[in-house]
């Protein structure tokens, strides 16, 4: 089972920053958001398609359809600056915790 | 407050053994899974492997591998000193990456790694 994020994202200060992360019927899935920032543990931001930590600000928001998730920024600043890894769990498979590839964000 | 404080890094060479650690504080170490997972340099997340330090029945930590590093490492966890290790025989070179240690809740929760460790670098030279 592949996760396909695109490598790169980027939006302006102030701005929405949307984040995808494709697999076949990832709907019927579970799917988990982490950022990561270089040299720092990387962080769960949504968990189950659309719940947050608690601490995550309410700026991220997820959503899991058909064969896309979406990971959303609102009002993006330059602390959001990082990789983002899509995580789903893959019961048929003995690969069982799967990662995207990543997607690099870049605020402009 | 729930930390993962992992061990510093590691420059060795192909060949030699090595037992990464990381300890737990701020929950019950026993009740949660620790997972590893591997980035090497300028690529992703990779899962490696996970453990349950508490007794699920049967008198022994649970642990589950990815295939692809079946064999190639193992992980291992001592309850009293709240401390979870990932363990290789034989370094290769292609072991060169961040290692990460991240909590996972019971199954029954979900699937994912709630907490995360800051990472041991781990350099393998030929």
């Known amino acids: 089972y592949l996760l396909t994020q695109p490598p790169s994202v980027s939006a302006a200060p102030g701005q929405t920053a949307t984040i995808t992360c494709g697999g076949n019927?990832?709907?019927?899935?579970?799917v988990h958001w982490y950022q990561h920032k270089a040299g720092q543990a990387p962080l769960l931001v949504v968990y189950d398609d659309g719940d947050r930590p608690s601490g995550i600000p309410d700026r991220f928001s997820g959503a899991n359809s058909g064969h896309t998730a979406t990971l959303t920024i609102t009002r993006v600043d330059v602390g959001d600056e990082a990789d983002y890894y899509c995580?789903?769990?893959?019961?048929?498979?003995?690969?069982?915790?799967?990662f995207g590839g990543g997607t690099r964000l870049a605020v402009l | 407050e729930v930390h993962l404080a992992q061990s510093g890094i590691e420059t060795k060479k192909a060949g030699e053994s090595l037992r990464i650690s990381c300890r737990a504080s701020g929950y019950t170490f026993g009740t949660y899974w620790i997972g590893w997972v591997r980035q090497r340099p300028g690529k992703g997340l990779e899962w490696v492997a996970m453990i349950y330090p508490g007794d699920l029945g049967n008198g022994r930590s649970q642990t589950r591998y990815n295939p692809s590093f079946q064999g190639q490492v193992s992980v291992s966890a001592d309850e009293s000193l709240n401390t979870a290790y990932l363990e290789w025989t034989t370094l290769q070179s292609s072991d060169t990456a961040t290692y990460f240690c991240?909590?996972?809740?019971?199954?029954?929760?979900?699937?994912?790694?709630?907490?995360w460790g800051q990472g041991t670098v781990v350099t393998v030279s030929s």
């Open positions: 991240a909590r996972h809740p019971s199954f029954w929760t979900g699937y994912f790694f709630d907490h």
């Open positions: 995580q789903v769990w893959d019961g048929s498979s003995d690969h069982s915790w799967l």
């Open positions: 019927n990832i709907g019927n899935k579970k």
